[in-house]
């Protein structure tokens, strides 16, 4: 005999479990959450009524929206693009899952400060895009401004198929690359106005990243953390830079560190660094 699953009674049977292992919903004004959801982790193997709820906060989206405001319209493609995310989370490491209730202050509002900071700027290349941070967030920001467009580079083949279907999905101007940046900095033969990296490596390294393309007249912005400090002291050994430390909007200790100009101080030293040795 079959068992067929009534995916109400699905629904009920897993909400008792849920809120018998979790504390009180610590979001209470939440509009779109369903209470015990913490971790996308919990919506795997569940049915597809199941996974429209949404383990991000709309307290946490209304606080982002605050800081980073933007239209209806980039509002719109940002919710498809955070909806595929937390699909795609249950089978692929897009972002820590600890982190999806705050994926809008933690991620999105972190990927949208870098607009304010390069305003004039068109053409983005967002290195080592992983699940689209800053590189989608900022396609979606872009879609509506004539002649913008975002390189999402990704040598990681599930995340390069993840990055594919969230342009798709959000029809925003990005191109996905599949390739080692070093490849992609290699081959650029069209214009960037900024490129930007988060999460991706000390900035020694990042430096030796972008020089060609900031030699060419790109801004870089690197989002980075607390310990930003101790990396500019180490970048100095091999470079020469005058670099802009701007606090993140999100608050805690994020930092924003701003190039326009990288000079290489001794060429075997940067070349080591590059190497990461
Ligand atoms: C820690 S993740 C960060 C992803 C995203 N920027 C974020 O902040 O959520 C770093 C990503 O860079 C990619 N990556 C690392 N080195 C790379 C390289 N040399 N070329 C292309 N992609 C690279 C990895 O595959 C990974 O997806």
Redesign the pocket.
């Given at each position: 005999m079959f068992h067929v699953k009534h995916p109400q009674r699905e629904v009920a049977a897993t909400r008792q479990r849920a809120v018998g292992q979790w504390p009180t919903d610590p979001y209470p004004r939440r509009l779109n959450v369903w209470p015990g959801i913490r971790d996308a982790s919990m919506l795997d193997g569940m049915s597809a009524p199941l996974q429209k709820y949404s383990p991000c906060s709309a307290t946490d989206k209304a606080a982002a929206l605050a800081l980073t405001p933007v239209s209806s319209e980039t509002e719109a493609r940002l919710d498809a693009y955070v909806d595929l995310l937390v699909q795609w989370q249950t089978k692929t490491n897009?972002?820590a899952s600890s982190t999806l209730p705050q994926l809008w202050t933690r991620?999105i509002a972190d990927s949208l400060q870098l607009l304010a900071l390069a305003p004039q700027a068109k053409c983005w290349a967002?290195?080592?895009?992983?699940?689209?941070?800053?590189?989608v967030v900022l396609a979606c920001a872009l879609a509506d401004i004539e002649g913008a467009r975002v390189d999402l580079?990704?040598?990681?083949a599930k995340?390069a198929a993840f990055l594919r279907e969230a342009v798709r999905i959000t029809a925003s101007p990005a191109s996905v690359h599949l390739?080692?940046?070093?490849d992609?900095v290699d081959r650029s033969e069209d214009r960037i106005d900024c490129v930007t990296?988060?999460?991706?490596?000390p900035l020694q390294v990042l430096l030796g990243?972008v020089e060609p393309l900031v030699n060419k007249g790109a801004k870089a912005l690197f989002?980075k953390g607390q310990d930003v400090e101790a990396e500019l002291t180490e970048a100095t050994r091999y470079w020469n830079i005058e670099p802009r430390i701007h606090s993140s909007c999100t608050g805690g200790q994020g930092r924003i560190a701003e190039f326009d100009h990288i000079e290489r101080r001794d060429r075997r030293g940067a070349r080591q660094a590059w190497r990461g040795s």
């Open positions: 897009l972002v991620h967002d290195l080592g895009s992983g699940g689209g941070f800053p590189g580079v990704e040598r990681n995340k390739m080692d940046i070093g992609y990296a988060r999460a991706l490596a990243f989002l």
